[in-house]
T-cell receptor
Framework: DGGITQSPKYLFRKEGQNVTLSCEQN?????MYWYRQDPGQGLRLIYYSQIVNDFQKGDIAEGYSVSREKKESFPLTVTSAQKNPTAFYLC???????????FGEGSWLTVV | AQSVSQHNHHVILSEAASLELGCNYSYGGTVNLFWYVQYPGQHLQLLLK??????LVKGIKGFEAEFIKSKFSFNLRKPSVQWSDTAEYFCAVSTGRRALTFGSGTRLQVQP
C-alpha cells in the first residue's frame, strides 16, 4: 500500500542526546514536511523539502536538522540544542503542486 | 507571513446540534484552504479543501465549509453532529510556499 511510514512510533531520549526520526514515503511525492504538534498549539512547521538535496527552515527549525538525499526519505534529527523536544512529530508529503498533503501516523518523542 | 486563527479552542455540543467552527487566515494573495480532523488515537485526515471555484465546499462525513474571501474566513459547518464527530479539528492554509500553516486546533466534544 502507498503511504508514509514514520518510525519509531515511541521514542525515549536522555537529555543531551541526539535522536533521529525516520520518515519514508512510497507515494512518489516531491515535497516532504516535518511538523511538531503540541497541545493547544496545533501543528508547527519545522522543516520542509520540495526537491531532493534541498530543504528550507520552517517556523521552529532551531534545534533540528534534516537531510533529503533520496526522494522517498526525509529524516529529522532532534539535537541536544532543542530545549523542549518532548512532543508529537508528524511527517507529511505532497506532490509538487501541493494540492493535498498526506500525513504519517506520527512519532512520540519523550525526553527523560 | 501567513497565519491561521481558530478562535474556538474547545467546543462541547449535544448530539444533533449544529456545528460551526471558525477559521480566519492572514495572507493577501491566493490561498488554498483545508480542514483536517484528528480522531482520538488516529492520524490526521483531510476533511475538505478549497482551491478555487464554488466557495461552498463539501467534504466527507457531512461536513462543509464556506470560503468568504472578503472576511478571510473558511468556517467549517455540519448541520447535525454525532458522538463519532468527537475529535480535534485543524484549519490550514497554503500559499505559494506550498507548506501548510495550521491553526491551533479546536477540540470538539459531542455528548450523547
Amino acid at each position: 500500500d502507498g503511504g508514509i511510514t514514520q518510525s519509531p512510533k515511541y521514542l525515549f531520549r536522555k537529555e543531551g542526546q541526539n535522536v533521529t526520526l525516520s520518515c519514508e514515503q512510497n507515494l512518489n511525492h516531491d515535497a516532504m514536511y516535518w511538523y511538531r504538534q503540541d497541545p493547544g498549539q496545533g501543528l508547527r512547521l519545522i522543516y520542509y523539502s520540495q526537491i531532493v538535496n534541498d530543504f528550507q527552515k520552517g517556523d521552529i527549525a532551531e534545534g533540528y536538522s534534516v537531510s533529503r538525499e533520496k526522494k522517498e526519505s526525509f529524516p529529522l534529527t532532534v539535537t541536544s540544542a532543542q530545549k523542549n523536544p518532548t512532543a508529537f512529530y508528524l511527517c507529511a508529503s505532497s506532490t509538487a503542486a501541493g494540492n493535498t498533503i498526506y500525513f504519517g501516523e506520527g512519532s512520540w518523542l519523550t525526553v527523560v | 507571513a501567513q497565519s491561521v486563527s481558530q478562535h474556538n479552542h474547545h467546543v462541547i455540543l449535544s448530539e444533533a446540534a449544529s456545528l460551526e467552527l471558525g477559521c480566519n487566515y492572514s495572507y493577501g494573495g491566493t490561498v488554498n484552504l483545508f480542514w483536517y480532523v484528528q480522531y482520538p488515537g488516529q492520524h490526521l485526515q483531510l476533511l475538505l479543501k478549497y482551491f478555487s471555484g464554488d466557495p461552498l465546499v463539501k467534504g466527507i462525513k457531512g461536513f462543509e465549509a464556506e470560503f468568504i474571501k472578503s472576511k478571510f474566513s473558511f468556517n467549517l459547518r455540519k448541520p447535525s453532529v454525532q458522538w463519532s464527530d468527537t475529535a480535534e479539528y485543524f484549519c490550514a492554509v497554503s500559499t505559494g510556499r506550498r507548506a501548510l500553516t495550521f491553526g491551533s486546533g479546536t477540540r470538539l466534544q459531542v455528548q450523547p
